[in-house]
């Protein structure tokens, strides 16, 4: 049998991808100042297990989602500096923020790569 191909390691590969979200979930939710106005919704992987989607919301309804952009291409690279330090990977997961006011039936999310 070929290594990987073995039906639980692709549930190993899986849990670990989990857990990776998880921390940086957490991560950020500590990292993300209060000044950005948004908090940390979910993390998912994105088809390339080295890029990481994270779902961010205002904080409160009348903040503007580009007031937002702004201030998160700013934070960006910290944030990833961030993660860097906080999880034990050879490389640390590109981050692609949107971010989304929560109503599926509004425009797409806004898309921010780091």
């Not at 923020?97 to 425009?107: E, I, K, N, Y």
């Amino acid at each position: 049998m070929l290594r990987g191909t073995h039906p639980s390691g692709k549930r190993i590969k899986e849990r670990k991808l989990r857990a990776l979200c998880r921390q940086v979930f957490r991560t950020l939710h500590l990292s993300i100042p209060a000044d950005l106005d948004a908090q940390v919704v979910s993390v998912s992987p994105d088809a390339d297990p080295a890029r990481l989607i994270v779902i961010l919301a205002p904080t409160y309804p009348d903040v503007e989602l580009g007031t937002i952009a702004q201030r998160l291409a700013r934070l960006g690279p910290s944030l990833r500096c961030d993660v860097a330090n906080a999880i034990h990977r050879k490389r640390a997961p590109e981050l692609v923020f949107r971010l989304s006011r929560g109503d599926p039936a509004g425009a797409p999310p806004r898309e921010e790569r780091f």
